[in-house]
Structures are given as structure tokens and as C-alpha cells.
């Protein structure tokens, strides 16, 4: 299957560089390109992407408002947004998971992790290195609540075992790291994932932890 991709950075060096790595990929092709928010509207519209390589920062409207006008809650087109950034703006990548995104890279990621981040999103998982994740939220904890407040009513719906992988989704393992710390196989993993998804009605695994650190669920800085 070929994924169809649209680059979106306000730099066209930067679009030219990402445009050079995914064609040299037989199953990657690049769509098109914007270089703000409202040309990645228009464009998502006409091309039908399967994923948007989206930039935080530009012109006219930023790629977390594009986010959530492409992936936000209640829509379920077939695009997919990766998010790219530089440390010095986190504090925009928590607001774009939060509006829809699948996952983000940083802007030197290596060619390879690049390819296989966009293959892994075009295929409904997400991508968010664990070590990152942890250092995002650990990073913006005063953004979030302090853990003293009750779970959501949303939680009861979840069996015990469902919470206890929700608990470890949040902090950034694996499926195969999970089955090994509760002792089950990767397929049972994956299918109590499944369930906590559509249970909370949430896209994928990256919202599911932004959900567990909003909801008090984990402790920013617990391990």
C-alpha cells in the first residue's frame, strides 16, 4: 500500500529535505505542501492524505490549530498528523496531542526513524518515544493536575486490568514491555489496549496517556 503524505513547514529547505528522504521510498509518496496552517487545510481537503508531517510554528495558523481541525475529537478522516519539533517548543506538542495528533518526531530525527514513524502512524498506531514522553509531561506537570483529584467518573468503565495497562501506556512502555510486566502475551496487551481506546473513546495509545496524566490516573514524575 502506498501512503500518501503531505509536508507542512513554513521552511521550504526543510519540505525539500523531507520531500528527498520519503520519495526515495517505494511505498511513500509525497502529496503535496504548505507552508502554514490554512494551506494544510486546504490541501488535506483536496489531496486526502493519509498523514500530514505537520510543524508547530508558522504563519497565518499553527500546526497545533491545523491538528485540530484535521484530527480533533468528533472527526475521523483518514489523515493522521506527526508532529515535528525542537525541545525548545514542548509546550506546543502537549497542546498537539491533545488536539488530535498520532505522535511527533524531532525536527534531526535520522532518515530512517523518519520513514518508519509515518508508516507507523499511516497503519493507526502512534508514535511517541517512551523516554520522550515521559520527559514531555514530566517537563510541563505543573499543566497538569497534581494527581489529588478523584479519577472521572469515564475510569469505571474500564475493568481493573484495563486500568493497570492504561497506567503503563502513560508511562511510556511498550506493548511487548507491558505483557512482560503483568505477565501476559502481546496479543492479550493489545487487545486491553483496544478495549481502553474505544471504552474512552480516544484515537490511540498517545491520547490514552495524556488522558491518564489529565485525569490523575499517573503522577507527572512517576515511574
Same mark, same amino acid.
Not at 109 to 133: C, F, H, K, N, Y
Not at 145 to 167: C, F, H, K
Given at each position: 500500500?502506498?501512503?500518501?503524505?503531505?509536508?507542512?513547514?513554513?521552511?521550504?529547505?526543510?519540505?525539500?529535505?523531507?520531500?528527498?528522504?520519503?520519495?526515495?521510498?517505494?511505498?511513500?509518496?509525497?502529496?503535496?505542501?504548505?507552508?502554514?496552517?490554512?494551506?494544510?487545510?486546504?490541501?488535506?481537503?483536496?489531496?486526502?492524505?493519509?498523514?500530514?508531517?505537520?510543524?508547530?510554528?508558522?504563519?497565518?495558523?499553527?500546526?497545533?490549530?491545523?491538528?485540530?481541525?484535521?484530527?480533533?475529537?468528533?472527526?475521523?478522516?483518514?489523515?493522521?498528523?506527526?508532529?515535528?519539533?525542537?525541545?525548545?517548543?514542548?509546550?506546543?506538542?502537549?497542546?498537539?496531542?491533545?488536539?488530535?495528533?498520532?505522535?511527533?518526531?524531532?525536527?534531526?530525527?535520522?532518515?530512517?526513524? !523518519?520513514?518508519?514513524?509515518? $508508516? *507507523?502512524? =499511516?497503519?493507526?498506531? #502512534?508514535?511517541?518515544?517512551?523516554? +520522550?514522553?515521559?520527559?514531555? %509531561?514530566?517537563?510541563?506537570?505543573?499543566?497538569?493536575?497534581?494527581?489529588?483529584?478523584?479519577?472521572?467518573?469515564?475510569?469505571?468503565?474500564?475493568?481493573?486490568?484495563?486500568?493497570?495497562?492504561?497506567?503503563?501506556?502513560?508511562?511510556?512502555?511498550?506493548?511487548?514491555?507491558?505483557?512482560?510486566?503483568?505477565?501476559?502475551?502481546?496479543?492479550?496487551?493489545?487487545?486491553?489496549?483496544?478495549?481502553?481506546?474505544?471504552? !474512552?473513546?480516544?484515537?490511540? $495509545? *498517545?491520547? =490514552?496517556?495524556?488522558? #491518564?496524566?489529565?485525569?490523575?490516573? +499517573?503522577?507527572?514524575?512517576? %515511574?
Amino acid at each position: 500500500m502506498t501512503i500518501r503524505v503531505l509536508l507542512v513547514d513554513d521552511q521550504p529547505l526543510l519540505r525539500t529535505g523531507f520531500r528527498m528522504i520519503l520519495e526515495a521510498e517505494s511505498d511513500l509518496v509525497v502529496v503535496g505542501e504548505a507552508g502554514d496552517g490554512q494551506q494544510a487545510l486546504d490541501q488535506v481537503r483536496a489531496l486526502q492524505p493519509d498523514v500530514v508531517l505537520m510543524d508547530i510554528r508558522m504563519p497565518r495558523m499553527d500546526g497545533v490549530e491545523a491538528t485540530r481541525r484535521i484530527s480533533g475529537p468528533g472527526r475521523d478522516g483518514p489523515a493522521k498528523v506527526l508532529v515535528l519539533t525542537t525541545f525548545d517548543l514542548d509546550e506546543y506538542v502537549v497542546e498537539a496531542l491533545r488536539a488530535g495528533a498520532s505522535g511527533f518526531l524531532l525536527k534531526d530525527v535520522p532518515a530512517e526513524e !523518519l520513514v518508519q514513524a509515518i $508508516r *507507523v502512524v =499511516a497503519d493507526g498506531a #502512534a508514535m511517541l518515544a517512551p523516554s +520522550v514522553t515521559r520527559r514531555l %509531561l514530566d517537563m510541563y506537570a505543573t499543566k497538569l493536575p497534581s494527581g489529588d483529584e478523584a479519577p472521572p467518573q469515564a475510569l469505571t468503565v474500564l475493568t481493573e486490568r484495563e486500568v493497570e495497562v492504561l497506567r503503563l501506556v502513560a508511562k511510556g512502555l511498550s506493548n511487548a514491555e507491558i505483557a512482560g510486566e503483568l505477565f501476559v502475551s502481546e496479543t492479550t496487551v493489545k487487545t486491553h489496549v483496544g478495549h481502553v481506546l474505544t471504552k !474512552l473513546q480516544l484515537r490511540d $495509545r *498517545v491520547q =490514552a496517556a495524556v488522558y #491518564a496524566y489529565e485525569s490523575g490516573l +499517573v503522577r507527572p514524575g512517576a %515511574l
